[in-house]
């Protein structure tokens, strides 16, 4: 766990106090202590568990007061190196796009090869529609 006691006592106390100074002008004196017991009690007990799932996501280790290294090997030279090889097992097309992209005829190819945009056929919409067969489809639906 991560810090002492002395946070949840101090969470708790200012929780309490905090609930009793709102709760003192509309309640009677018993039920304002008895809620702010309550709110101490809740927030103790909240802060402990709130600690220890820091202390597990940190990984952080009180017996020793410091990290437990116990179930790790340290390697300083760990993170230290960038590997920037390529793989040696290029694939055959990309070595020929490479060769065609030294290749002094490949502006030829290349002018063979132009882009050409798509041409999607146009929407068509028709403007002579019957009136009595749209208000015929529009109740058959309706009446799905």
Known sequence: MIGTIRINLIVAALAGLFTFALSIANNLLLTTCLKSLYSFVILFVLTFGFRWVLGVMTGFDHREG???LDNYEVNDAVG?????TTPDDEDAATREMLKANLDPNHSKHAAETQFSPLNPPKLVTKNNLDPEQL?????RMSED
């Open 66 to 68: 410091k990290q437990s």
């Open 80 to 84: 230290q190196t960038l590997d920037m």
């Open 135 to 139: 208000a015929g489809a529009l109740r």
